[in-house]
């Protein structure tokens, strides 16, 4: 079984409340990342028609503060298909309600796992490309794995080459110790 992106895609938005800030008027991140798993949860069981689980998320950066009184809009969209899994990605945008500026606040990507009522993984729907976004992000979402494969074999304990970081270390506000 295969189905379009479009299909599964989910979009909330939610008026940011003092409740919600943190010591500097500005969104808590805590809970803007609270609100990024509760859409990456329902576009990725939207999906699978199945129960699923956050297993990692790619990079959160927070590209722009967002204020008290704004309007915070999340879109996910299903980027890639596993076998159990599937990439999520998630776009974050605030719209200041009295000018209509809207801010690009952060992306990030969400690998979630389709359960069954027995906490075993459970087969998802493939995806259907249907245009060059869709194919683009599929491959980014490729590229990324193998990425993430590189950066954990690289700096394993077992394997790590102390002598060939030294040098780039000792660039940064560090004081070796040896």
Known sequence: MFKHAKDSQVSITELMLPAHSNFSGKIHGGHIL???????????????RNYCVTASVNRVDFLNPIEV??????KASVNYTGRTSM?????????NIQTGKVKHCNSS????VAKD?????VKVPGLILDDKQSVRRFAR?????????TRSS?????????EEHLEAIKLHNVK???
């Open 34 to 48: 609270n609100l990024m798993d509760q859409i990456a949860f329902a576009c990725a069981s939207k999906h699978s």
């Open 87 to 95: 990439v999520i990605g998630l776009r974050v945008e605030s719209q």
């Open 109 to 112: 990507y969400f690998t979630m």
């Open 154 to 162: 690289r700096f394993k304990s077992s394997e790590f080459k102390m």
């Open 141 to 149: 979402s490729i590229a990324r794995q193998e990425q993430a494969k």
């Open 117 to 121: 009522e027995n906490g075993k993984n």
């Open 69 to 74: 009184g704004e309007l915070v809009t999340l």
């Open 176 to 178: 070796l110790e040896l």
